[in-house]
């Protein structure tokens, strides 16, 4: 028997491709993790969690563990409205489909909307995660760059117009992280968002709108493009686990109800009733808007330590931009293949993300690489990034 005679065309695509997670190599135990996008043990509310889930299990009982689960899951659509409410989106309950992470909602759109032959459109670079997810369904791709002002959707409205002149198949859905762009940093400007919206119209596509970072700003609070989203094109997608803990699994997806409406028939999981329960019993306990407050003091004081960390021992070797939020720094190290110096760097007792991993076309990202500010203490950083200048240092050298 040969198993690959089973496989779908899908399957025997994405197998083509690395395994998910092959991107990071095992971290040793000694190696500080500057590669970790996400919170540090002590941003993790376990303390509150233990009281929200005892609470939840005195007061409903079994229902918490059924199928149908705790009317606590309620509890997490109606913070999503309302909290998107205040941010300018204005939603219906039957407009937010709750989902195990942002990524759950990512792969959903792309089974319902994407076919082998489909044409998407992703920044460059992009969320590895994300990319990996669109190769299961696709292998044609329009690219963007990405400067400090967001997508250069000037460049995407070129690429169309000449798609269109040579009657080239056009693309039906676009890709976005357009606050603190999971690896850059940047954030979209707001003409930015609105011209993505004309060219949407304009050539008729769709956007999906990755807003995992939206509430860990530093400075001015982002506009979704959802918010401007008078022709009802774009899929919000939304997560608990930057702001309260990725083991939760909980985000969320947020478009008109048709377009919507597909989606759970590929969503057989049946939810995660204890997970989502325990969520809606924490988030009727605790006063959010604090908790995001703090969330931002703490993520804004660690930028500015890793920062000036690269100032002191990288300012001659390496250029970066800095972020007004989320998790991350994006450093250009010219002529440096960070991909093929990560096991020496790691050695040396500092981990990062190769920049490669983040490009559909990889060889635009070798000189790059991503580093995280949520992780690891602000003196780890110090010592980190001191370690990995050495290294890098050593590599230019020759």
Not at 193 to 208: C, Q
Request: glycine fraction near 6%; hydrophobic fraction near 35%.
């Amino acid at each position: 028997m040969e198993p690959e005679s089973f496989f779908t065309k899908n399957t025997k695509v994405a197998l083509k491709h690395e395994p998910p997670g092959e991107w990071m190599p095992p971290v040793p135990d000694h190696s500080i993790p500057l590669n970790a996008g996400y919170p540090a043990h002590s941003l993790i509310p376990y303390e509150e969690m233990n009281e929200a889930v005892k609470d939840l299990i005195e007061e409903e009982k079994d229902l918490p563990f059924q199928y149908l689960g705790s009317k606590k899951v309620n509890t997490v659509k109606k913070f999503v409205r309302e909290r998107l409410a205040e941010r300018g989106v204005v939603l219906l309950e039957k407009e937010i489909l709750v989902t195990a992470g942002a990524i759950q909602g990512i792969d959903l759109i792309a089974r319902t909307f994407i076919d082998r032959d489909t044409w998407i459109v992703v920044e460059s670079p992009s969320y590895m995660e994300g990319l990996e997810t669109f190769r299961n369904y696709t292998d044609h791709y329009i690219t963007v760059p990405i400067d400090e002002n967001g997508m250069q959707t000037e460049e995407l409205e070129k690429t169309l117009k000449d798609r269109k002149e040579k009657n080239l198949p056009m693309p039906k859905l676009v890709y976005t992280i357009p606050s603190f762009h999971n690896p850059t940093g940047t954030t979209m400007s707001i003409d930015r968002r609105r011209h993505l919206l004309e060219l949407a119209s304009e050539f008729d596509f769709l956007i999906i709108e990755d807003d995992a970072y939206g509430e860990l700003y530093f400075g001015e609070r982002p506009t979704p493009i959802k918010a401007m989203d008078s022709g009802s094109r774009v899929f919000y997608i939304g997560s608990f686990s930057k702001t309260v803990a990725p083991g939760m699994r909980v985000g969320y997806v947020a478009a008109r109800s048709d377009l919507l409406e597909p989606l759970p028939w590929f969503k057989k999981d049946l939810g995660h009733p204890f997970a989502e329960a325990t969520l809606g019993s924490y988030l009727s306990q605790t006063d959010m808007k604090k908790r995001f407050e703090m969330l931002r003091k703490v993520y804004q004081q660690n930028c500015k330590t890793l920062i000036s960390s690269l100032e002191k021992y990288m300012g001659d070797i390496a250029t970066w931009k800095n972020p007004s939020g989320g998790y991350f720094v994006w450093v250009h190290v010219p002529g440096v293949d960070t991909s093929k110096i990560l096991n020496e760097a790691m050695q040396a007792g500092v981990a990062y993300v190769p920049g490669k991993h983040f490009f559909v076309h990889e060889q635009e990202g070798l000189s790059y690489l991503r580093l995280s500010f949520s992780y690891v203490s602000r003196e780890e950083m110090v010592t980190a990034v001191e370690k990995l200048s050495q290294v890098i240092k050593k590599h230019i050298d020759q």
